[in-house]
């Protein structure tokens, strides 16, 4: 079946733009989580959301990441005014309850 | 909060040799363990897993088993081959409510045919 999907694949934008970068989970995937992959680094978590309910947003690094789940299944991470050093891949992955995790292919964030 | 530490590479074999990436690992409670791979220009992949001490996860010739005693969840293969060039990452999953991947820094693993 169809995997986790994410777009834009890459994405530009100038210092103090604002970004929109999209989730596509697998079809019934409860959980879905954010993480930022910053060069040759792991994966951090971000937020996780169940359903539509953003149970966890301590990852979150400002006030000016923001995600949403709004009918708990297609998410989206904004980031508001962006900086150099928000440049990453954003990865996005989900889930059924039993832990395991399944991982879009993320999108690359340069800010120039 | 979980914390990973991981064998660091780059890690450069010959084909057919055998590899083992080193994980140790400190968590709250027993959680389960997760190895998952990047290929380059690819997302991460599920490996193998294990959800309790003394299971061994195994996929694709790779095995792993959770030591709790050690707190390690080492990643070995008899033979690796080219196509197995990847970087490797070890994570423990968080006890609390979010259920989160905790990441080491991944191990990069080059193999020469």
């Known amino acids: 079946g169809a995997g986790v999907s994410q777009s834009p694949r890459y994405k530009v934008a100038k210092r103090g733009q604002d970004v929109a970068l999209r989730c596509d989970p697998i079809?019934?995937?409860?959980?879905l989580f954010w993480y930022q992959q910053a060069l040759g680094q792991g994966p951090e978590f971000l937020t996780y959301f169940q359903n539509e309910a953003q149970l966890d947003k301590s990852g979150l690094p400002s006030d000016r990441f923001f995600a949403e789940r709004p009918e708990g299944s297609v998410s989206t991470l904004k980031i508001q005014r962006t900086q150099q050093e928000d440049s990453a891949v954003y990865l996005c992955?989900?889930?059924?309850?039993?832990?395991?995790?399944?991982f879009g292919p993320g999108t690359r964030l340069l800010v120039l | 909060g979980n914390s990973v530490t991981q064998m660091e590479g780059p890690v450069t074999l010959s084909e057919e040799a055998f590899l083992t990436i080193n994980c140790t690992y400190t968590a709250t409670g027993y959680p389960s363990l997760f190895w998952y791979v990047q290929y380059p220009g690819e997302g991460l992949q599920l490996l193998l897993k294990a959800t309790k001490a003394d299971d061994k996860g195994s996929n694709k010739g790779f095995e792993a088993t959770y030591r709790k005693e050690t707190t390690s969840f080492h990643l070995e293969k008899g033979s690796v081959q080219v196509s197995d060039s990847a970087v490797y990452f070890c994570?423990?999953?968080?006890?609390?409510?979010?259920?989160?991947?905790?990441f080491g820094s991944g191990t990069q693993l080059t193999v020469l045919p």
């Open positions: 079809s019934g995937h409860v959980s």
């Open positions: 994570a423990p999953i968080s006890s609390g409510s979010a259920r989160q991947l905790t």
């Open positions: 992955a989900s889930g059924q309850r039993q832990e395991t995790q399944y």
